[in-house]
């Protein structure tokens, strides 16, 4: 949809100069430095906000369209959370089953039709460049909340920003990529952002489920030293952030090769050993093994914390396209 929106039908009170407003957001590619000083400004802000009062008015009368074609326990919720703190509304669709997707409505006709009642959708779908195509079909702003194995761009938002509150920095950090990178739709996200603060980036993975070349290019344009290798041995020791993935088994064709890679690697206290005590273990979750409940009571576990970073990340999302913020 274009930056400004021309539709007579928008609601008063919105500050249609605001950097963000009437915006979609579909890839990491739309963020600069500056762009994600301001979407961690107001995060903050709305941390400060959600301490202080909870909840307050500032999209009173707005109202989200949440449209989820795949599972998702935290990006859904936080977004519902997030909207109902900021005082608007959510039309949940988490089971397209029961909407006229299972009658074979096609996805613009479907963002088509909730735009009529909601003024932002947030779009989750299995395929890649379905946000695009959403988008396009859309006068509404349209928020990629993972399409397929493409992007999760709000995901990586909230990452780069646990980031930086936990560690109080994010520039020129060594972080280490676990477990499925093929697949795993926020790690392609969160490498490209990265891009922006100098990382040295680490790929520990089965031979299987690498980095896609595709991402890997498009970050060593961006001048990125990366390295990849079958095991967290050797880089450990020098990690700041140690993001863990889930290994993908809905994304898989042979069902065999799932069973081949799915326990390979396992964070528990014992491996832990060996990293720094300033650093931390993220994992976008849901986990399904790969980080033993064994860990989680280290201070650099840093995984649930994180969802909670999302919420407020989220806030400010919305409060941005739609011109309040
Ligand atoms: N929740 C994340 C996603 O939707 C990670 C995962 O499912 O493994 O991509």
Request: net charge negative.
């Amino acid at each position: 949809m274009p930056t400004q929106s021309t539709s007579p039908h928008l609601p008063f009170g919105e500050n249609k100069n605001a950097p963000w407003y009437g915006m979609d957001i579909l890839s990491v590619k739309q963020f600069s430095r500056t762009d994600l000083e301001y979407v961690f400004g107001v995060a903050h802000e709305m941390r400060g906000m959600v301490e202080r009062v909870g909840t307050f008015d500032l999209l009173k009368g707005k109202i989200l369209a949440n449209l989820f074609y795949e599972p998702s326990t935290r990006t859904s919720s936080s977004f519902t959370a997030a909207m109902e703190r900021l005082g608007g509304s959510v039309i949940p669709i988490n089971e397209v089953k029961y909407s006229s997707v299972s009658k074979g409505e096609s996805l613009p006709d479907t963002i088509r039709t909730l735009e009529c009642y909601a003024d932002v959708i947030v779009l989750r779908h299995p395929e890649t460049g379905s946000a695009a195509i959403a988008a396009k079909a859309a006068r509404k702003p349209i928020i990629n909340a993972g399409d397929g194995v493409g992007e999760h761009p709000t995901q990586a938002l909230l990452d780069l920003f646990t980031i930086s509150e936990e560690l109080g920095r994010l520039d020129g950090l060594t972080v280490t990529m676990l477990g499925d990178l093929k697949y795993g739709r926020t790690v392609h996200s969160l490498a490209r952002l990265l891009t922006l603060f100098g990382a040295r980036l680490n790929y520990v993975s089965p031979e299987i489920l690498r980095m896609p070349k595709e991402v890997m290019e498009e970050v060593a344009d961006k001048g990125i030293v990366q390295t990849e290798f079958g095991s967290l041995e050797k880089v450990l020791a020098e990690t700041d952030v140690l993001y863990v993935t889930r290994v993908q088994k809905e994304r898989f064709e042979d069902v065999a090769d799932y069973e081949k890679v799915k326990g390979a690697y396992v964070i528990d206290p014992d491996v832990m050993k060996a990293a720094k005590s300033e650093m931390i273990v993220m994992h976008p979750l849901p986990r399904v093994g790969e980080i033993s409940p064994d860990f989680d009571d280290d201070p650099r576990a840093a995984y649930f914390r994180q969802m909670e970073y999302g919420l407020y990340v989220r806030m400010a999302l919305l409060a941005m396209v739609l011109g309040k913020a």
